[in-house]
């Protein structure tokens, strides 16, 4: 796995100033796609059971016109880190974190959209804890990585039930040691996403107090690629992105055999693998001013919690002109 130094963390999670909010207009970006270059190398950064899975499954991988690099992280956290880095070309995560690395200055734009229905994500609770609805966790830690989209789920949840910031609790841990802290007791619960909330139901027994369903979340994920790769990799990127929607649509309509494939490829089992598919599968998305208004909103209450310093204006952050090839 791929590490990223400590200075590159800091970088990218401090907050951003509103200059490095402006992203300019990209050379080139509504002309036509030009012929792959000869020995192109497309870096792809992803997570556990995300594009190179569906896309393996699909078979959507053959004769391709250049290099595919895949690079597997974690959590959303370190993937953009590497994006930030320049250490990959895309990067594929929900839309909590990318707002979090894009208003920190990450040089970088949306260059496609999926949506769900925001139900991956929940707050799960040991089965035999005494708590049993949202109100009974304020002021009570809850494991989540900072930044990430059960982060934005806590938010969501404050916001509607009118807590103070100061009434989440957050303990900030990536997902392995969030689930070893909610087994060990150290935190009341865990707010996590898709495999995660899949395995904690079916292996560990634990119960969903709530998820990010019925409007408390947007249920979008993006595909965010660097600045450069927009402008020296654009046709390698064009079609990608155009593989990556047909093995999305391909899942959609194969649930079973995708759940097969999906389970042997991150080392779940199958049941697993479709409760997480059945609760929430993406589908793409045309980026259009729903989808931008969904990511302003998402980005204001980031700026209300004060985890990001300035206004992140969400049409300076996507890039349109890949509609095309998703479509």
Do not use: C
């Amino acid at each position: 796995m791929m590490t990223v130094s400590s200075l590159v963390t800091r970088r990218l999670f401090l907050g951003a100033s509103a200059a490095t909010l402006a992203i300019g207009a990209l050379p080139g970006m509504t002309r036509a796609a030009t012929p792959i270059s000869p020995g192109t190398v497309l870096r792809a950064g992803d997570q556990k059971g995300g594009n190179e899975a569906v896309m393996k499954a699909a078979g959507v991988l053959d004769d391709l016109p250049y290099k595919l690099q895949w690079n597997q992280f974690a959590a959303a956290a370190p993937l953009l880190e590497a994006l930030n880095a320049g250490a990959v070309d895309t990067a594929y995560a929900s839309d909590s974190p990318t707002t979090f690395a894009l208003a920190s200055g990450v040089e970088a734009r949306i260059v496609a959209a999926y949506r769900g229905s925001g139900a991956g994500t929940a707050i799960v609770v040991p089965a035999n804890s005494p708590i049993h609805e949202i109100g009974q966790l304020k002021g009570h830690p809850i494991a989540t990585n900072r930044g990430s989209v059960g982060h934005a789920l806590l938010l969501a949840i404050a916001e509607r039930e009118g807590w103070s910031a100061d009434d989440i609790r957050l303990a900030n841990l990536l997902p392995s040691d969030a689930k070893a802290a909610l087994a060990a007791g150290s935190v009341e619960a865990w707010s996590t996403w898709n495999v995660y909330v899949a395995q904690a139901q079916l292996v560990d027994g634990a119960r969903v107090i709530i998820d990010g369903g019925n409007g408390l979340l947007s249920g979008l994920s993006f595909v965010t690629a660097t600045t450069t790769a927009i402008t020296e990799k654009r046709a390698a990127l064009a079609d990608f992105l155009g593989r990556l929607a047909r093995a999305r649509r391909w899942a959609l309509q194969n649930t079973d055999a995708y759940a097969r494939v999906l389970a042997a490829e991150i080392g779940v089992s199958e049941a697993v693998a479709k409760r997480w598919l059945e609760t929430d599968s993406p589908r793409a998305v045309a980026i259009d001013d729903q989808v931008i208004a969904d990511e302003q909103r998402t980005a204001d209450r980031y700026q209300s919690a004060r985890l990001i310093r300035a206004r992140l204006d969400a049409t300076a952050v996507f890039d349109r002109s890949f509609n095309a090839a998703v479509s």
